[in-house]
């Protein structure tokens, strides 16, 4: 079982960028595939990220290349996964989710993913 803990979120301004972490409890996440999806009120979960087990792939959503970038940790530790928001507009605005899947392919489809975590808040003002 891999209990995932998002933390970062917050209130910015357009223009503004946060860091988003996904926490493993317990674990590292080693093995694991992450995706990052967003849910804004009454909209569907949208991919907005994902990386590979081993760190080889990522991959973005279009309307966030550029913008967005998705890492792991590769210290000792390695049971973070980190998204980088810049240039945040306010259609960015959104819960973000993190997920994760044992030696899975990055995928776009939530349903690929096994583990889930509780979402963080990201609002961006005009």
């Known amino acids: 079982q891999v209990q995932l803990v998002e933390s970062g979120g917050g209130l910015v301004q357009a223009g503004g960028s946060l860091r988003l972490s996904c926490a493993a409890s317990r674990r590292a996440l080693t093995g694991y595939t992450m995706g990052w999806f967003r849910q804004a009120p009454g909209a569907v979960r949208e991919f907005v990220a994902g990386i590979s087990w081993s760190g080889g792939t990522t991959n973005l959503a279009d309307s966030v290349k550029g913008r967005f970038t998705i890492s792991r940790d590769r210290g000792n530790a390695k049971n973070t996964v980190y998204l980088q928001m810049n240039s945040l507009k306010p259609e960015d605005t959104a819960v973000y989710y993190c997920?994760?899947?044992?030696?899975?392919?990055?995928?776009?489809?939530?349903?690929?993913?096994?583990?889930w975590g509780q979402g963080t808040q990201v609002t961006v003002s005009s």
């Open positions: 997920a994760a899947v044992s030696f899975g392919s990055v995928s776009n489809y939530p349903q690929e993913y096994d583990y």
